[in-house]
């Protein structure tokens, strides 16, 4: 009999020290949750099989929430599709299958919305899951994240245990990457209109034709999705987690723009690729579960731009 969760259960967060990780970490402290279990990449490496099965091992945690990955924006994804593939795909298998083998009954796997195929049909429903090809500059991520996703499925299929996979549109928020190497869209918008304002209102440059549409989530928010995800039963192994709404990179970029009191151009680079044209989740399927967001577009690039001024001397630097 599967033993459930309560506040003394001992929930391991891969990756807690990351975006999501640290959300969810904070989420879970906040509800009183009082036996969290995280590890950095220096006290466990997740690429390495034997560490990761001797950390099972001793710990034996009861549930886990898999928010290690290496993770980076199209430029860092398309310059580096063999370390995105492999390193994603040992991080994932090793703790999915460390954790089927010690008996975890629970077990919370993020992936994110570049699973899905370029040309969908829009809003992105997740029975459009493996129905067309994928954007090439993210083939890499996705298709390791599809492998996660479809090893769920079968542990939760085959053996009957509560393994589900939620799958994050564009998050932002606390704890991002500012790193204009790796960096995705909004943060990386956020440094750059900071800066163009400190360097005398300078033009800013932004990639592609900001014509492509996408919806953001706060960080927080989906922080507590997980947390519903830990405590309730999902019916399916797989489920979209994102605002449902959607806008232009453009407008995106003069919300940023007028947060962050910048007052120069904006340079559209259309030699830079565009990425997908259209990347908008249905929620429904999370909606009808009993979830749903709670935090405006506007209201979370506030908070995170007061975030990135108090931490802008101390941002985690990126290895690529
Ligand atoms: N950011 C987004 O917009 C977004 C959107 C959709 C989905 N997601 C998903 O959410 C998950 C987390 O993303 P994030 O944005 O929170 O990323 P992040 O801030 O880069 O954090 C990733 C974490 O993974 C850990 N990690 C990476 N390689 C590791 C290794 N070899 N061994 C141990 N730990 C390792 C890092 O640990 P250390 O800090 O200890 O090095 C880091 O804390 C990913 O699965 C991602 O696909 C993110």
Known sequence: MAKSIDKTSKIYIAGHRGMVGSAVWRALQAKGYSNLLGKTSQELDLRDQAA??????????????DAAAKVGGILANNDFQYQFLMENMQIQNNLIDGAFKNGVEKFIFLGSSCIYPKFAKQPLKEAYLLTDSLEPTNEAYALAKISGIKACEFIRNQYNKDYVSLMPTNLYGYNDNFDLKSSHVLPAMIRKFHEAKQNSQS????????????DFLFVDDLAQAVVYALENKLDENLYNVGSGKDLTIKELAKIIQKITGHKGDIIWDATKPDGTPRKLLDVSKMKAMGWQYNTALEAGIQKTYVWFLDNINNFKEVKL
């Open 52 to 65: 990761v099965d001797a950390f099972y091992n001793i710990e034996k945690p009861d549930a886990v929430i």
């Open 203 to 214: 033009p800013v440059t932004l990639w592609g034709s900001g014509t492509p549409m996408r």
